[in-house]
């Protein structure tokens, strides 16, 4: 969960609200790929409820995922491929977000735009060093830890996290009065 926080941590009251009139709530069936490995994806997906399972084709499942959760975001940014297939594990209930709206959205608002990206940013930066820890080589503390940083205790942090608990609840409430879509 803290993930997502982060991302709307970075974003606008009125961002969050975009992201839940623009996307679409989509539940998907255990064994549905969102995402398939070496596919374009036209999509990013937040993980709204249940689990999902990253799986690349030599190695098996790589990670499992639970609510609040990413994927897609490596496509939109840098517009190739996806490295892995990310799997329903279980029933699984997605706001899928289209590039081509966030593209969009990101024309018509460059501020959202720099938001956004300075939000994934900050979510790759962790992925990337949960990865460099899990390799060995460093003990970095990610979002997934519940370690206390010397410098987590930031003010600023504390209250962009606190407002985007808001914002997701309030994003949940708007997609729940949003008709769901079978996948």
Same mark, same amino acid.
């Given at each position: 969960?803290?993930?997502?926080?982060?991302?709307?941590?970075?974003? *606008?009251?009125?961002?969050?609200?975009?992201?839940?009139?623009?996307?679409?709530?989509? *539940?998907?069936?255990?064994?549905?790929?969102?995402?398939?490995?070496?596919?374009?994806?036209?999509?990013?997906?937040?993980?709204?409820?249940?689990?999902?399972?990253?799986?690349?084709?030599?190695?098996?499942?790589?990670?499992?995922?639970?609510?609040? %959760?990413?994927?897609?975001?490596?496509?939109?940014?840098?517009?190739?491929?996806?490295?892995?297939?990310?799997?329903?594990?279980?029933?699984?209930?997605?706001?899928?977000?289209?590039?081509?709206?966030?593209?969009?959205?990101?024309?018509?608002?460059?501020?959202?735009?720099?938001?956004?990206?300075?939000?994934?940013?900050?979510?790759?930066?962790?992925?990337?060093?949960?990865?460099?820890?899990?390799?060995?080589?460093?003990?970095?503390?990610?979002?997934?830890?519940?370690?206390?940083?010397?410098? %987590?205790?930031?003010?600023?942090?504390?209250?962009?996290?606190?407002?985007?608990?808001?914002?997701?609840?309030?994003?949940? *409430?708007?997609?729940?009065?949003?008709?769901?879509?079978?996948?």
């Amino acid at each position: 969960m803290r993930k997502v926080l982060v991302i709307l941590g970075q974003l *606008k009251d009125t961002d969050a609200e975009w992201m839940a009139r623009a996307g679409e709530k989509v *539940k998907h069936e255990d064994g549905t790929a969102l995402i398939r490995q070496g596919v374009r994806s036209d999509s990013i997906y937040f993980l709204l409820d249940g689990k999902l399972r990253v799986e690349d084709e030599k190695i098996g499942v790589i990670a499992r995922l639970g609510t609040g %959760e990413i994927v897609g975001e490596m496509s939109f940014v840098d517009d190739s491929p996806p490295s892995a297939t990310v799997v329903a594990d279980g029933t699984v209930t997605v706001l899928r977000l289209p590039h081509s709206e966030i593209e969009r959205r990101c024309q018509e608002d460059p501020a959202f735009g720099m938001r956004l990206y300075k939000a994934l940013c900050f979510f790759l930066a962790d992925r990337l060093r949960g990865t460099v820890r899990r390799l060995g080589y460093g003990e970095a503390a990610t979002l997934d830890s519940d370690e206390v940083l010397e410098d %987590e205790l930031d003010e600023k942090l504390l209250d962009q996290v606190s407002l985007a608990g808001a914002r997701f609840d309030r994003m949940l *409430k708007l997609l729940s009065g949003a008709t769901s879509v079978q996948g």
